[in-house]
């Protein structure tokens, strides 16, 4: 059974415990926000970097656990990048090369709304990558997480799953909402025609990308409340032990 198979998209919570659960998790990253960025009493200088990956089923609330998760924050303790086609200029360089900018250091918090995981899916089943470029590309993801996450940098991933039904139900709402029909494309709509291409791109992503460093959490999207909070809670269990995983580095009084 494939991962995606095993997910459980009837999970739910109800309003009260949503309620509770969001505004806990919701402190409980802030105080570990505060504490990474060097900006508690008594607190250490600065801690890890945390950059949150997310990619996933297309409105399948990737923007709705963004929101969330920066709701409590200061606007200038984290960076929000959203990533689709590369610029002419960006398809010049390799292709993790634009992804690189955004990256934060150490103390610093990002969050990504797709990342260089699409060159495993939707230039691989697009055409936009070669075979071999796509096929090469496995490998240099996980060593580039791997070497931002040895440098102090902890890379936390995000799949966000919905059903075809779901989706629908979803596109259709888009589309009949002036204020949220930019969010809907027709590249969207063309996508749900090849979910089987896409299914089997995804599933290989997870086999050749899932490591101990990095790991994917599969989240199920089908009730927003249960996917929100998910995400708060796995990311605040993340940092904990990314703070703990932590060395500081000692660079000296003569460091420049």
Sequence with gaps: MSRLDKLDLNA????????????????????????????LPDGPEFG?????????????????????????????????????????DEKRKHFLWRFWK???GMGGM???DRSWYGRVLVERVEGYATEDQWKRA???IVQFERNLVLEGVMVVKFW??????????????????PLRA???????????DKIDRYTDAVE?????????????HLVSGEQKKWARVTVLETLVQEVEAGIERFESPSWGDGFT
């Design 102 to 104: 955004e990256v934060p």
């Design 138 to 140: 496995y490998d240099e």
């Design 12 to 39: 739910r919570l109800d309003d009260d415990d949503y309620q509770k659960r969001l505004v806990a998790a919701q402190r409980r990253l802030l105080q570990l926000r505060l504490q990474i960025g060097g900006l």
């Design 204 to 216: 290989e992503m997870f086999k050749r990308t899932d490591h101990e460093l990095a790991p994917w």
């Design 182 to 192: 930019w969010k809907l494309t027709a590249e969207d709509w063309r996508n749900r």
């Design 110 to 112: 990002a969050l990504f």
């Design 160 to 177: 966000m799953q919905i059903s075809p039904h779901e989706q629908l139900k979803r596109f259709e709402s888009r589309r009949d909402d």
């Design 48 to 88: 890890p970097g945390v950059l949150v990956v997310f990619e996933g089923s297309d409105a399948g609330g990737k923007g709705g656990a963004i929101k969330r998760i920066v709701e409590p924050l200061d606007p200038r303790h984290y960076r929000v990048s959203a990533f689709a086609k590369p610029s002419y």
